[in-house]
């Protein structure tokens, strides 16, 4: 970092408080590989408390994003762990196992599944009825696994050819569950001509690092394709740059302990390649980034503002454009408020510039029901309106049927 200043540990504040997040998992702090030299390491805190703020010292009390661990003993090594790649990752979360299925029977679902298409015609409420019958990825699983070994058929490829269209879409994505969306919904955003920015944005952005593996993997095995070189087949120039960085997983999860005496560094050296020269050093900020976890980039914002009498956001809008514009905004806004994000971007999805965007409402509301107690603060910050804008908004008929089943959650 340029500059030496004193690093006197300050009453940072949040800017405003840190909300609850996605509820990924927890993991120890990561090794720092792969950012720019210059940027000093975050101070590793094994198994860290559970508080607001785990700054050192450590502040009071507080709460933490709503867990979405996988039960005890649930799936096996996945991804595989190097250990010359730093700390030994979490679990990622429930659904991001593929080797996993829960516990119990399925025989149930996977005969209602079958007579509903089997013969002439469809049970399209049979279907629906099924397959929002649980908010459990894990029992989706074994949902789909029974389908396909009590019938030998594949229950993906049914659902394909009984529906059409976007009630195809949900049902298809309730059935395949979280990792499997994640991976199609990006494999979509980079075919075909251009690339669908905000796709992989919404997919990779504000993801724990044991998660961003666990994409990784999942999209190499069913596209044989290395989801980075298709990225960079996609992007160019410090846009790259930026997703090499972000998929390299090793950011500070949410939770983890950070050192405030480097905070003031971290901001001066924020505002010296951004407003404070002619031109920017758009690698030094991803770095500043990287290296932050959510509650430490707040954190940075908050001192931002006060040190310089601007936002940050507002300086990042002025200095970057287009693509690396809406990512960088967009891991500010998750780190100050998740909650409150989610449910604008879910807004957006009925209000775009072409109308509703179906297959990002799709995929949002499908994922967000995977996480009941958090959707249910979501939609809180809609105003409860959610089945309501579904109504007016989204085709009726069955696709409308199915989203509103999965609101409902």
Known sequence: ?????????????????????????HQGPPSQQGYPQGHPAQQGYPNPPQQQYQSFPPGPPGQQPPPMMAPPGAGGPYPSYNP??????????????????????????AEVLRKAM????????????????????????????????????????????????????????????????????????????????TG?????????????????????????????DDIKGELSGKTERFFEMLLNARRPERGTPFDPRGIETDVRELHRVTAGKVGTDEVAVFGIFMNSSDERLN?????????????????IRGEFSGHLEDALVTMLRVARDPVSFHGATLKECFFGSDGVNEKRLIYWTVRLHWNPEYFARVKGTMGGNLRALVKNYVSGGDFEDAMMAVCSH
């Not at 991001?96 to 025989?107: K, N, R, V």
């Open 118 to 197: 089997k013969g002439f015609g469809t049970d399209e409420k049979a279907l629906i009825r099924v397959l929002t019958s649980t908010t459990d990825p894990n029992r989706m699983a074994l949902i789909r696994h029974t389908y396909e070994r009590m019938h030998n058929r594949s229950l993906t490829k049914d659902l394909k050819s009984e529906t059409s269209g976007c009630f195809e879409t949900i049902l298809v994505s309730l059935a395949t569950g979280p990792l499997e969306s994640d991976i199609t919904y990006l494999h979509d955003a980079m075919s075909g001509l251009g690339t669908n920015e």
């Open 1 to 25: 970092m340029s500059g030496q200043h004193p690093q006197q540990p300050g009453p940072y504040s949040s800017y405003p408080p840190s909300q609850q997040g996605m509820g990924y998992p």
């Open 84 to 109: 010359q790649q730093g700390p030994m990752p979490s679990r990622p979360s429930p659904g991001y196992d593929p080797t996993f299925l829960a516990p119990g029977t399925a025989s149930k679902e």
């Open 200 to 228: 992989l944005n919404d997919v990779l952005l504000g993801r724990s690092n044991a998660d961003l593996a666990a994409i990784q993997r999942a999209y190499r095995d069913k596209y044989h394709k290395s989801l980075l």
């Open 299 to 315: 954190v940075l914002a908050g001192e931002f503002e006060r040190m310089y009498h601007v936002s940050l956001e507002k300086v």
